[in-house]
């Protein structure tokens, strides 16, 4: 059975650090990209970032979308198959559900290119 499972979210004052975990079972680590989602009430899904996959062309290479850049960073533990995101000087905008996901190829603009989603971790940042 494939599992992903977020952990490290919570409470957090505005410019505060906060590491959240993603573990993942029941597929090959090494052959999926990894990546972070986020998700507000009444908006679309959209990406933060992603690990891509040790076995493809990016060779376990990160990406970022403008929501993580210069703030947030990505670190893999194969053995351990988990991937941390590390966020930095949290805003109170960054409050949302965070959610890992697994796809084949770390294309964070296509959500429907994910085949494997956990069941998400809350982030409330307070001003």
């Known amino acids: 059975e494939v599992q992903l499972v977020e952990s490290g979210g919570g409470l957090v004052q505005a410019v505060g650090s906060l590491r959240l975990s993603c573990t993942v079972s029941?597929?090959?680590?090494?052959?999926?990209?990894i990546g972070w989602f986020r998700h507000a009430p009444g908006k679309e899904r959209e990406g933060v970032s992603c690990?891509?996959?040790?076995?493809?062309?990016?060779?376990?290479?990160?990406h970022y979308t403008d929501i993580a850049k210069g703030r947030f960073a990505m670190s893999s533990d194969n053995a351990k198959s988990t991937v941390d995101l590390h966020k930095n000087n949290l805003k109170p905008e960054d409050t949302d559900v965070y959610y890992c996901?697994?796809?084949?190829?770390?294309?964070?603009?296509?959500?429907?290119?994910?085949?494997?989603w956990g069941q998400g971790t809350q982030v409330t940042v307070s001003s």
């Open positions: 996901a697994a796809a084949l190829a770390c294309r964070l603009g296509h959500l429907e290119l994910w085949n494997y």
């Open positions: 029941g597929f090959t680590f090494d052959d999926y990209a």
């Open positions: 690990v891509s996959s040790i076995q493809s062309s990016g060779g376990g290479s990160t």
